[in-house]
């Protein structure tokens, strides 16, 4: 559950990065400060652990813009086969966040990718649920 909760997640700051870019430019997750002052106000993060988590976010930031690249150059298509490169993704970044966050902020963590993910999942659908304006069709 875990994990689908964080490629929802990845996949809607993808979409969000997709309404500021021109059709030619590929689109790029979350700045690593940006998600670092994120986890470090949701987790009460310590300074150590801002410090031991920073490459974490930088390596994870670097392969998430390589796949939005990849995606990008190889069209719709490509961009629709990002599930599944999201999913492993936040799989590896949640097992590396692991290592440095206490079992209580892990906890609050996956509370917070999972209230996240159901934000972004009742935003994609809009107003109305899943068939629009009207609501489901």
Known sequence: MKQLIGVVIVLLFFLAGCAGHGPS?????PS????LRELESVLDLSAAQVEKIRPVLEN???EMIAMFERAHDGGQSAMMDLRDEIKLQNDILHDA???????QQLEKYDQYM?????RDR??????G???GPGGPR
């Not at 690593?32 to 998600?35: C, I, K, P, S, Y």
Request: zero cysteines.
């Open 97 to 103: 966040l692991e290592k440095y966050l206490t079992p």
């Open 25 to 29: 430019e590929p689109m790029k997750p």
């Open 114 to 118: 999972k209230k996240k993910e159901e």
């Open 129 to 131: 649920g899943p068939g």
């Open 60 to 62: 994870h930031h670097a």
């Open 32 to 35: 690593v400060e940006e998600h």
């Open 122 to 127: 009742d935003h994609m659908q809009g107003p």
